[in-house]
Each structure stands twice: as C-alpha cells, then as structure tokens.
C-alpha cells in the first residue's frame, strides 16, 4: 500500500536560515506528491503539489522536486521567517483515473523559526 | 469565499452520547472526505463520498457514520462516542476529474469524550 516517511520534528531554525523538510514515499503507479502546511488553531492549506516525475511545485519561497528514482518529495525554503513557523505534512494522492482518491499523509514536521 | 466550514470547532462530550459534527462547502465539489488527526499518526481518513447518497469507509471507519444527502453538506455521526475517539477532526472536500487529488480542508472539530 501506500505510505509516507516525512522527518520527525521539531525542528528550530533561526529567522532566515535554510529549510529542508525530508519526504520519502512508497506508492504503487504514480502518485501525485502534496505539502500541506497547518497553521496554529488552523486547519491543512495546500502548499504546493507535483503531479508528475521531475515536477517542481513552489509557493510562498517553498520548493519540492517530484524525485521519481528516490521516491522523495523533500520541501526546502532559502530562508525561512517566524511566520513560517507550523507543522508541515508531506501527502500522496492516488492514481488520477478521474474518481477521487484519498490522501496519505505523512505524521506531520513541526517548524519552529525564532528571532 | 470559497470554503470547508465545520461546527462545532470544540466539543466536549461523555461516553455513549450521540453527537454530530456538520460538514458543509460552497465550492460544489463532488468529493467530501472526514479525517482525525492524532499525534504521531498524522490524518487518517474515516469515511469518504464520491457524490450524493454514495459514501465508502476509508481506513478508520468503526465507530462512525456519515451520511451525504446533498452535495454541500457531510455530517459525521457518533452514535456512541468512546474516549479513543478523542481526537482533532477535519473535513475536506474536492473535485472529480482533473484536480482530484486537490483537497480543500476545513478548520477542524477539537472532539474530548470522557
């Protein structure tokens, strides 16, 4: 079946330090690859997807490359601000054969940015 | 605005005593989905629904009911609530076809059963 391996958190960084959140999955046929980011006391927001091998999904200065050959999905940002600060969860869809499929997700990255 | 809203937002309740927290989305999406967050497990999902009247289990539907009579709205049902069901609860919907895997979510239900 399908699952998700996202690196436990927390992690603390300082305001404009250098952001990588590891992903790797395991998924049968081709999965599309989803960050979600989760603000305090706020539910999941779409942060980027990547629908296909080498695809690159970016928003907000975030960054993940669809890495068919490492089944990774690792999110990055070049320097990361307070506001950044939430939890972070890695997702794969299921096959895109026209009917919906459930969302796997990761166990959740905390990102903690301080002054 | 374009949204999943969920009521209640927090909830405490006793063993056995039936509730029910209501789902309802403005974007006419056909898919609705019901999944709890718990530490170290992220979101499962309970139950989902292609479309009106049809509605399937998803990885952790004991304990649960869901019903879906019209498109906007997809309450959860606890006809019996138990303490390991505490937990964060948020609803998501999307569409079908091209952005299916898309999923817009709510802002989430705090459930505490004693």
């Known amino acids: 079946g399908n699952s998700v391996t996202q690196m436990e958190g927390p992690v603390t960084l300082s305001e404009e330090a250098f952001l990588t959140i590891n992903c790797t999955y395991t998924?049968?046929?081709?999965?599309?690859l989803f960050w979600y980011v989760q603000y305090p006391g706020e539910g999941l927001q779409l942060l980027l997807k990547?629908?296909?091998?080498?695809d690159k999904g970016s928003n907000k200065g975030f960054e993940a490359t669809y890495r068919k050959e490492t089944t990774s999905f690792h999110l990055e940002k070049g320097s990361v601000q307070v506001s950044d600060s939430a939890v972070y969860f890695c997702a794969l869809g299921g096959l895109n054969t026209g009917t919906a499929s459930k969302l796997t997700f990761g166990t959740g990255t905390r990102l903690q940015v301080t002054l | 605005e374009a949204q999943v809203t969920q009521n209640p937002r927090y909830l405490i309740t006793v063993t056995g005593k039936k509730l029910t927290v209501t789902c309802s989305q403005n974007m006419n999406h056909e898919y609705m989905s019901w999944y709890r967050q718990d530490p170290g497990l992220g979101l499962r999902q309970i139950y989902y629904?292609?479309?009106?009247?049809?509605?399937d289990k998803g990885d952790v539907p004991e304990g649960y009911k869901v019903s879906r009579k019209e498109k906007r709205n997809f309450p959860l049902i606890l006809e019996s609530p138990s303490p390991n069901q505490t937990s964060l609860y948020f609803c998501?919907?999307?569409?079908?076809?091209?952005?299916?895997?898309?999923?817009?979510f709510g802002p989430g239900t705090r459930l505490t059963v004693l």
């Open positions: 998924a049968t046929g081709y999965p599309s």
């Open positions: 629904s292609m479309n009106v009247e049809v509605t």
């Open positions: 990547a629908t296909k091998a080498d």
């Open positions: 998501a919907s999307g569409e079908l076809g091209a952005n299916t895997d898309t999923q817009y």
